[in-house]
C-alpha cells in the first residue's frame, strides 16, 4: 500500500464522521429526540414531569415527589 493510498483510506472514515456530527448536531434533531425521550420515559412513569405557565414541560425533583408521598401518608394515618 503507498502512502496517498493509506492517506485516503485515512482521510475517508475522518470526513464521514465530520458529516454524520454536523448531521446528529442539528438543533431540531437534537430537540426533537430528547422530548421522544422525556415523554416516554414520563408514559412509562420513570419520570416525572409537569408543564409550566410557557407550555414547557419540567422534571419534578425527586425530593418533591417524596416528600408529597410522605405528607399524603401522614395523613391516611
Do not use: C
Not at 415523554?39 to 408543564?51: A, M, P, Q, V, W
Not at 414541560?57 to 401518608?73: N, Q
Amino acid at each position: 500500500m503507498d502512502v496517498y493510498l493509506h492517506t485516503i483510506i485515512a482521510f475517508l472514515p475522518i470526513l464521514a464522521a465530520y458529516w454524520a456530527g454536523r448531521y446528529w448536531l442539528q438543533e431540531t434533531l437534537v430537540e426533537d429526540v430528547v422530548g421522544q425521550l422525556i415523554s416516554k420515559l414520563d408514559n412509562e412513569g420513570f419520570i416525572r414531569t409537569e408543564e409550566d405557565k410557557n407550555g414547557e414541560i419540567e422534571l419534578v425533583p425527586i425530593s418533591e415527589i417524596v416528600a408529597k408521598t410522605l405528607r399524603d401518608a401522614y395523613k391516611r394515618a
